[in-house]
């Protein structure tokens, strides 16, 4: 009689199939066997018609793919993860978990689709390491208050001798490695604690639904809690639409309260306000010209480009940037000067803002005005923000802010030389 078995779990689910075989060797003694089948669903297991080799390509299509990935995600956001690292921090986090998401998912996919999804989890994977690693090299920069980036970038120990004792100092980074071992140890308890009382596909996705939420929510307000002393974009529009308004300075731990973790790129706000216009800095000569005019469809050419570039020059002559708002379109561009400092740089971000809050307030009518009516209000902007900018820097030094550390440009921007 041939021995054959299934196992199920609680919830009907195949877990396991017993299988017997009897033979006879050489000598003619009976020689039975036990065979235990174990069910995965996974691509190239668990499929009679399928081979390792599907197995390895799979493997080796989720390992390119996050690899590929990881290379355009570099190259693309490169530049704003540094300036950006709050929201880095927390879309690894949304990053990995979607990757669980999806790996949890795929079962219930034919092979086909259940191939793609697997690749995208791995996708999600490399983006994730990408910008944890990115921010957390950021965030370590910021704690490290009495500029001992080393020590917290440190891997070995390093032991200080004191008279009359030696004293053993544990670097922060294995401090930092400690605590997630600890972590690590908990959660895997806690895991056991909750897997024993999971057991159909309901109470799973709930587990796991609920689980993960938690784990946004904790990171999320771990996120909110760091305030960055650099001014990036959102904090820039936050820290000097006050300043312009109220005459009055936020300090880092207040703009860490109002500020978005999640904000659209180059979009300009006073205060708390909803956007109103956009701006980009670090642009090239070419794309501020193309504001200035629309081009001729053949050659390409700006009518009066010439002599408006000529204007604007003598505009910012004694500045280290130009500085265009295109009212029509509600985008203001700035060009940087060759040597700038990161000073010059949040100055430019201020005078566009400044000036597309005027445009924003003056209606309808100041969004059409035309290019000497726009420049006018450039040169009244220009000379009031000039008055107030040394008083504006020397607050912004007081209240805890890195006016020196540049943390504007997203991108790989360009500069030009005048000569």
Same mark, same amino acid.
């Given at each position: 009689?041939?021995?054959?078995?299934?196992?199920?779990?609680?919830?009907?689910?195949?877990?396991?199939?017993?299988?017997?075989?009897?033979?006879?060797?050489?000598?003619?003694?009976?020689?039975?066997?036990?065979?235990?089948i174990v069910p995965n669903i996974c691509v190239g297991v668990g499929d009679a018609s399928a081979s390792?080799?599907?197995?390895?390509?799979?493997?080796?299509?989720?390992?390119?793919?996050?690899?590929?990935?990881?290379?355009?995600?570099?190259?693309?956001?490169?530049?704003?993860?540094?300036?950006?690292?709050?929201?880095?921090?927390?879309?690894?986090?949304?990053?990995?978990?979607?990757?669980?998401?999806?790996?949890?998912?795929?079962?219930?996919?034919?092979?086909?689709?259940?191939?793609?999804?697997?690749?995208?989890?791995?996708?999600?994977?490399?983006?994730?390491?990408?910008?944890?690693?990115?921010?957390?090299?950021?965030?370590?920069?910021?704690?490290a208050k009495w500029g001992n980036l080393g020590e917290l970038n440190a891997v070995r120990q390093r032991?200080?001798?004191?008279?009359?004792?030696?004293?053993?100092?544990?670097?922060?980074?294995?401090?930092?490695?400690?605590?997630?071992?600890?972590?690590?140890?908990?959660?895997?308890?806690?895991?056991?604690?909750?897997?024993?009382?999971?057991?159909?596909?309901?109470?799973?996705?709930?587990?796991?639904?609920?689980?993960?939420?938690?784990?946004?929510?904790?990171n999320r307000a771990a996120v909110r809690a760091v305030s960055m002393h650099n001014l990036n974009r959102?904090?820039?529009?936050?820290?000097?639409?006050?300043?312009?308004?109220?005459?009055?300075?936020?300090?880092?731990?207040?703009?860490?309260?109002?500020?978005?973790?999640?904000?659209?790129?180059?979009?300009?706000?006073?205060?708390?306000?909803?956007?109103?216009?956009?701006?980009?800095?670090?642009?090239?000569?070419?794309?501020?010209?193309?504001?200035?005019?629309?081009?001729?469809?053949?050659?390409?050419?700006?009518?009066?480009?010439?002599?408006?570039?000529?204007?604007?020059?003598?505009?910012?002559? +004694? #500045?280290?940037? =130009?500085? *265009?708002? @295109?009212?029509?379109? /509600? $985008?203001?561009?700035?060009?940087?000067?060759?040597?700038? &400092?990161?000073?010059?740089?949040?100055?430019?971000?201020?005078?566009?803002?400044?000036?597309?809050?005027?445009?924003?307030?003056?209606?309808?009518?100041?969004?059409?005005?035309?290019?000497?009516?726009?420049?006018?209000?450039?040169?009244?902007?220009? +000379? #009031?923000?000039? =008055?107030? *900018?040394? @008083?504006?820097?020397? /607050? $912004?030094?007081?209240?805890?802010?890195?006016?020196?550390? &540049?943390?504007?440009?997203?991108?790989?921007?360009?500069?030009?030389?005048?000569?």
């Amino acid at each position: 009689m041939q021995v054959h078995i299934e196992e199920r779990d609680k919830a009907g689910n195949l877990t396991a199939t017993y299988v017997g075989s009897s033979s006879k060797d050489e000598k003619g003694r009976p020689n039975g066997r036990l065979d235990v089948i174990v069910p995965n669903i996974c691509v190239g297991v668990g499929d009679a018609s399928a081979s390792p080799t599907t197995a390895l390509l799979l493997s080796i299509l989720q390992d390119s793919t996050g690899r590929i990935a990881t290379i355009i995600f570099a190259d693309r956001l490169g530049s704003s993860l540094e300036p950006e690292c709050k929201m880095y921090r927390l879309a690894a986090d949304v990053f990995n978990d979607a990757a669980m998401l999806l790996d949890c998912f795929s079962p219930a996919l034919p092979q086909g689709p259940r191939v793609v999804l697997l690749s995208s989890s791995s996708m999600l994977r490399a983006l994730c390491g990408v910008a944890a690693g990115s921010s957390k090299a950021s965030l370590s920069a910021h704690f490290a208050k009495w500029g001992n980036l080393g020590e917290l970038n440190a891997v070995r120990q390093r032991a200080y001798y004191r008279w009359p004792s030696s004293v053993s100092v544990l670097t922060t980074e294995q401090k930092d490695s400690s605590q997630e071992t600890v972590i690590s140890l908990l959660g895997m308890l806690a895991g056991s604690v909750v897997i024993s009382h999971v057991s159909s596909p309901m109470a799973t996705w709930t587990s796991l639904i609920l689980l993960l939420s938690i784990h946004l929510a904790m990171n999320r307000a771990a996120v909110r809690a760091v305030s960055m002393h650099n001014l990036n974009r959102q904090r820039a529009n936050l820290v000097i639409s006050t300043y312009l308004d109220q005459d009055r300075i936020m300090n880092p731990k207040e703009v860490s309260i109002q500020e978005r973790i999640f904000e659209w790129n180059g979009v300009l706000r006073w205060r708390s306000s909803s956007p109103f216009a956009a701006a980009r800095i670090g642009l090239s000569l070419r794309d501020l010209l193309a504001s200035l005019g629309p081009a001729h469809e053949r050659t390409g050419s700006i009518r009066d480009a010439e002599a408006k570039l000529t204007k604007l020059i003598n505009l910012f002559s +004694q #500045e280290d940037f =130009l500085v *265009w708002y @295109d009212a029509p379109q /509600r $985008l203001g561009h700035i060009t940087i000067k060759e040597g700038a &400092a990161a000073e010059s740089q949040l100055k430019a971000w201020a005078l566009v803002l400044w000036i597309a809050h005027r445009h924003h307030a003056a209606g309808p009518d100041a969004t059409s005005a035309a290019f000497e009516s726009s420049l006018e209000v450039h040169r009244i902007t220009l +000379q #009031e923000l000039s =008055l107030r *900018w040394s @008083d504006c820097t020397s /607050r $912004l030094r007081s209240a805890g802010w890195d006016v020196d550390m &540049a943390s504007l440009e997203t991108t790989s921007g360009s500069r030009i030389c005048l000569k």
